[in-house]
């Protein structure tokens, strides 16, 4: 079977995958998604789409470009992982928190702020869901151009600043998102592949800026990680299968708080940058790794 890893700047973590298939047997090789094509792509059996993780807020013109590959090749019957759905759901965090909203799944109520225009409407939001909110880039990652937000003027003020001097590179708008508060001291970051929860780690929560107090979770501002395979709460499983299934994704890392009122999907990541930061997300990244060349074992027993 043939195996193409769509990708952007080229990092560890594709050049790991691709040895990792061809030591499997698998004829794989890297694609840069700037110099390829939908006719150039339906060569493959599978597509493996790592764009994302390798781009997120520095490219916003070819994210918007693999998500047109991706619906191109699905209807010339390319596989891939993730589908043009999931992979829109992980570009476009409005889009997503619509969908999971749609099948029941707790999920902040979020708005949309794409011009100048819109950010009237920030009023009447916060009026609704009250402060702090948060405020961050729609598609993007990594914690960057993201504040929380404790009164109207703060949220305004980097809305104005952020659209009337745009970055070159991102076109996608923000998102004024309801603050969940959490009750405990960490978030979950719980791995589905393949329809089974994978792993789960913890990550404790962490301020962005001084004179805060922790709210954040993300291991580049210091969280400390944990892993917690063996016990991971039944309701934050559940919600976890659940965020993956409606967005139709083969792989997901679902990030969940805890409120006073049970979990709430924060977040979901069909393109995880499992870059080996820690020991830990070094044995996750294994587990991840070898979980993709089980799907796509399957894939290739099946097609012959």
């Not at 099948?103 to 609704?128: A, M, N, Y």
């Not at 703060?154 to 009750?183: M, R």
Request: net charge negative; with cysteine; charged share 30%.
């Amino acid at each position: 079977m043939n195996v193409g890893i769509l990708h952007h700047d080229l990092e560890h973590q594709e050049e790991y995958l691709i040895k990792r298939l061809k030591d499997a047997g698998f004829d794989s090789s890297l694609v840069d998604v700037r110099k390829t094509s939908a006719k150039k792509l339906s060569k493959f059996n599978f597509i493996l789409n790592r764009v994302f993780a390798s781009v997120a807020n520095r490219d916003c013109k070819s994210n918007n470009r693999t998500l047109k590959l991706l619906k191109k090749i699905e209807e010339l019957g390319v596989k891939c992982i993730n589908s043009h759905y999931a992979t829109r759901c992980d570009y476009d965090k409005f889009f997503s928190g619509e969908v999971l909203e749609s099948k029941g799944i707790r999920t902040p109520k979020t708005l949309l702020i794409k011009h100048k225009q819109d950010i009237g409407r920030v009023e009447d939001f916060v009026s609704v869901v009250g402060l702090p909110v948060i405020v961050k880039r729609n598609m993007g990652g990594r914690a960057v151009n993201l504040i929380k937000a404790d009164n109207l003027n703060e949220a305004i003020s980097f809305l104005e600043e952020e659209i009337t001097n745009p970055d070159e590179q991102y076109c996608e708008g923000y998102i004024v998102q309801e603050y969940v508060e959490s009750a405990l001291d960490h978030d979950y970051r719980i791995s589905v592949i393949g329809g089974d929860i994978a792993f789960g780690i913890t990550r404790s929560l962490v301020p962005k800026n001084e004179n805060e107090a922790p709210w954040i979770a993300s291991a580049s501002n210091g969280s400390v990680v944990k892993s917690i395979d063996e016990n991971i709460p039944d309701d934050v499983a559940e919600i976890a299968l659940n965020s993956t299934k409606a967005i139709k994704a083969s792989l997901n890392e679902v990030d969940i708080l805890i409120s006073k009122d049970g979990p709430v999907v924060i977040e979901n990541n069909p393109t995880p940058n499992f870059t080996a930061s820690s020991k830990i997300r070094q044995e996750k990244k294994e587990t991840t790794v070898n979980k993709i060349l089980d799907i796509l074992s399957n894939e290739k027993v099946n097609s012959s």
